[in-house]
């Protein structure tokens, strides 16, 4: 069968919840759950395996701007009422957390996970944080007390300036500290900074930005309390640039913008600055503009974008051809979201433990425990399908989220 009689590729599952556009997706716990924010402030986090809400609650007042995973068990969301907030929401804490939906018209007060930090940070450049692991190693007595503890590893966080839209502030948790400051370039007109991205390597850190006239920078801290140095600048977009994404390697990052262009830069490192050329890899003119929401899979192999004319696009990372296109949602697409592949970390809940089967007369309860057993190895396998499912994930201004099975 030619590929012009092949039907429209259709998405796996449709997940039904949000009353309003969603903002922002992501795969958390061993790809065992989906979270979803909304412009409304909502978050849902879904099972994957069931494709039932196990936790929703309103994090924020206002639209939610960017959500991410810290350790197995916290949440950090970002809202446009200028608040970042850190929440503990692991598996065991799900039964606390209410199930009612936002379309749903759930009670006004509703209970929320333990709010473990909160930061108030700027909002009024639409622009979600980035965050990295802080790669300043701790002392040993500091690592082994947060192990006895259960404590995640120190993470940094970028946002845009409190005072200066062009600028960059970066704080590091659980301190809540502000760690560093970038100021706005006074020689280049760039507007708001409209995208970030953060990564560490021991004590030198690199963060790259997005602005609002279409360029992008990278800068970089060679050591704690050192200036950043502006190692990349280049403006491949006419319009602002939208989203970012690091690519595996961590030696390139792609950019889409309002424009119809993407783009694929260098990350020059500190040492090499002059053996670099400082000018994109690749910029292709993809002829549909509004893609944001662009996300690198963690194999590195392809990425997507979500489309202001409703379509989810899919490219090779490595060529940037267009690899497929989803059709499916009725209105715009906002963000998207890979499950990891490849060395996705399983979680297996208490409940699927196995069931050990004692010797006894009684057939009546050798009949119980087999069927429990049973039971058992059903839902383990169904938390493993949807663990290694190479799932997409597409939220839309329809309050809907679709899930493709792909590559």
């Given at each position: 069968m030619s590929s012009e009689q092949l039907s429209p590729a259709q998405p796996s599952f449709v997940l039904r919840g949000h009353s309003a556009q969603i903002h922002a997706v992501r795969f958390i716990q061993g790809n065992t759950r989906l979270l979803s924010a909304d412009a409304e402030g909502w978050l849902v986090s879904w099972s994957l395996a069931a494709k039932r809400p196990v936790a929703v609650w309103r994090a924020h007042t206002n639209a939610v701007l960017g959500i991410s995973s810290w350790g197995h068990d916290r949440i950090i969301t970002h809202g446009r009422d200028s608040k970042l907030a850190v929440w503990q929401l692991g598996i065991k804490d799900e039964d606390s957390i209410g199930t009612t939906l936002p379309v749903d018209n759930p009670p006004a007060t509703t209970p929320q996970p333990w709010l473990l930090h909160m930061l108030t940070v700027n909002t009024l450049n639409f622009c979600s944080f980035a965050m990295c692991l802080d790669g300043i190693p701790q002392p040993h007595i500091t690592q082994m007390a947060m192990k006895a503890r259960k404590q995640p590893p120190p993470i940094l966080i970028a946002v845009p300036n409190t005072i200066d839209s062009g600028g960059i502030d970066i704080y590091q948790l659980p301190s809540e500290s502000r760690a560093a400051v970038i100021h706005a370039d006074r020689n280049i007109t760039t507007g708001m900074v409209m995208?970030?991205?953060?990564?560490?390597?021991?004590?030198?850190?690199?963060?790259?930005?997005?602005?609002?006239?279409?360029?992008?920078?990278?800068?970089?801290?060679?050591?704690?309390?050192?200036?950043?140095?502006?190692?990349?600048?280049?403006?491949?977009?006419?319009?602002?640039?939208?989203?970012?994404?690091?690519?595996?390697?961590?030696?390139?990052?792609?950019?889409?913008?309002?424009?119809?262009?993407?783009?694929?830069?260098?990350?020059?490192?500190?040492?090499?600055?002059?053996?670099?050329?400082?000018?994109?890899?690749?910029?292709v003119q993809t002829k549909h503009s509004g893609q944001q929401g662009l996300q690198v899979r963690s194999d590195g192999k392809i990425l997507a974008t979500a489309g202001w004319d409703a379509r989810v696009r899919v490219y090779s990372s490595k060529t940037m051809k267009e690899l497929a296109v989803l059709k499916w949602h009725k209105l715009g697409c906002y963000t998207t979201a890979f499950a990891e592949v490849g060395s996705c970390c399983f979680i297996k809940a208490e409940d699927d433990a196995p069931v050990k089967q004692e010797d006894t007369d009684d057939q009546d309860e050798k009949s119980i425990v087999h069927h429990t057993t049973a039971t058992s190895t059903i839902q383990q396998r169904r938390d493993t399908k949807a663990q290694t499912t190479h799932w997409l994930a597409a939220g839309s201004k329809d309050g809907k989220i679709s899930l493709w099975d792909i590559y």
């Open positions: 995208a970030l991205e953060i990564q560490a390597e021991s004590t030198r850190l690199q963060v790259v930005a997005g602005y609002e006239s279409g360029h992008t920078m990278v800068f970089v801290q060679s050591d704690p309390g050192a200036q950043f140095q502006r190692l990349y600048c280049a403006q491949s977009h006419s319009q602002p640039i939208l989203s970012m994404s690091i690519l595996p390697s961590r030696d390139c990052y792609m950019t889409s913008s309002a424009d119809a262009n993407i783009a694929k830069h260098p990350l020059p490192a500190v040492q090499g600055i002059w053996k670099t050329e400082l000018k994109p890899f690749k910029v």
